[in-house]
Structures are given as C-alpha cells and as structure tokens.
C-alpha cells in the first residue's frame, strides 16, 4: 500500500529536549516536505527536499532540522523545542510529472505539545 | 498578501443542499491547482484537481479562472459525509512548492 508513514502520532516534551520526527514514504518520490498546520494558519511548509541530499527552507523553518540522507526517509529535527513549535506536523512526499499529474500524500501526522 | 485565500466559513448546510467555496490565489505563477479535503485532525487528501477547462466528478465541480485568479469548488446534494475542512491548493514546481489556504469549514446537518 502506498504510504506516508510518520512517528511518533502523539508527543508531548519538554522544553529544550531534542527530538526527531521520523518521515518514511514507499512510493519512490523524490519530493518530501514538512508543514505544521495551526489554527488560523493553514499549513504552512518548514522544510522540504527535491532529492537526497537536497534539501532547502520553506516559509517557518526556524527551530528545525532535517536531513535527506536517502530518497524514502526525512526526518524532522527539533534541537532546542520550545512552546511556541507546539502544533500539529505533516509530512508530505510528492511526485511532479506535468501540471496536471502531481499530488501530495501526507502522513497521519503528529501532534506535538511542548510544556 | 496570503499565497492562498479562503473564506473559513463554517458553512453549516441541510443535506441535500448546493454549496460554493471559493478562494483566490496571489501569484500569477502558480502552475497547478487542487481541492484537498482534511477531516478532523487527520491529514488533508486529494479531492480532485482543477482545470481551467472546468471538472466534475459526481457531485463536486471545481472551475479555474485563471484571469482572475480564482478557484471555486461547487458540491451538489450535500451528505452528511461532506462535513470536512476544504483547502484550497496552488502549486508551482520550482521548490516544489504547494501553497494551502487555510481551509473552509463544512458541515451538513440531518
């Protein structure tokens, strides 16, 4: 079955504790992003990659860390969570193959609460 | 200027009935354009795509202008199913950017 597969769903921290969020997608995509989503907000992108070892920041990448060391995983990095990244994270992997032939498949998400 | 803006509703409709979403887009840019359907808490789902051309599948229709910079989803004959958040996407393949507006809220009452 084709997936997005993000863990943990749930986690609650504290502040200054490290963290990964780990991203693994089975559909070959070579396009994976991370958004969080807020009320009032929207889903707006943290980071994303175009391809192993390529990755680049989206709209609110600070506080946050990924990597792209192979095509299938990205993991979320949070180095020092403070409150203000409490919020709900999406990751997304895509394909692009003409205007009217790409689509996003995002993760179960993961809802992240820092005290 | 938001890349993407909704109404947020809510939209409280009987089932059965007709309802409209629109929402416009600000970069002349973008490339590729969707309705993407999010239930509570889950992760948004691709609805259907939308053309220029205009598309239906069953009961929705999405219609592209792109002069205007407008999107519209119709959803006909209303089910208690629908009751979701609608998001309203552009995408422009440099960065591989999908753009989201910040969703409308529906929901279909008995």
């Known amino acids: 079955e084709a997936q997005v597969t993000q863990n943990p769903r749930y986690l609650i921290t504290v502040t200054g504790k490290k963290l990964t969020v780990t991203c693994s997608q089975n559909?070959?995509?070579?396009?994976m992003s991370w958004y969080r989503q807020d009320p009032g907000l929207g889903l707006r992108q943290i980071y994303y990659s175009m391809n192993v070892e390529v990755t680049d920041k989206g709209d609110v990448p600070e506080g946050y860390k990924v990597s792209r060391k192979e095509k299938r995983n990205f993991p979320l990095i949070l180095e020092s969570p403070s409150p203000n990244q409490t919020s709900l994270y999406f990751c997304a992997s895509s394909f692009f193959q003409g205007p009217r032939n790409t689509e996003a498949f995002f993760g179960q998400g993961t809802r992240l609460t820092v005290v | 200027r938001k890349e993407v803006e909704q109404d947020p509703g809510p939209f409280n409709v009987p089932e059965g009935a007709t309802v409209a979403f629109n929402c416009t887009y600000s970069n002349s840019a973008s490339q590729s354009f969707f309705w993407y359907r999010q239930d509570c808490r889950k992760e948004p789902k691709l609805l259907m795509s939308?053309?220029?051309s205009g598309n239906e599948d069953g009961r929705f229709t999405a219609q592209l202008n792109r002069a205007s910079q407008y999107i519209s989803l119709l959803i006909r004959d209303s089910k208690l199913s629908d009751s979701a958040t609608y998001l309203c996407v552009v995408y422009r393949p440099f960065g591989n950017q999908f753009y989201f507006g910040t969703g409308t809220s529906l929901t279909v009452i008995p």
């Open positions: 559909m070959n995509h070579e396009y």
């Open positions: 939308v053309y220029s």
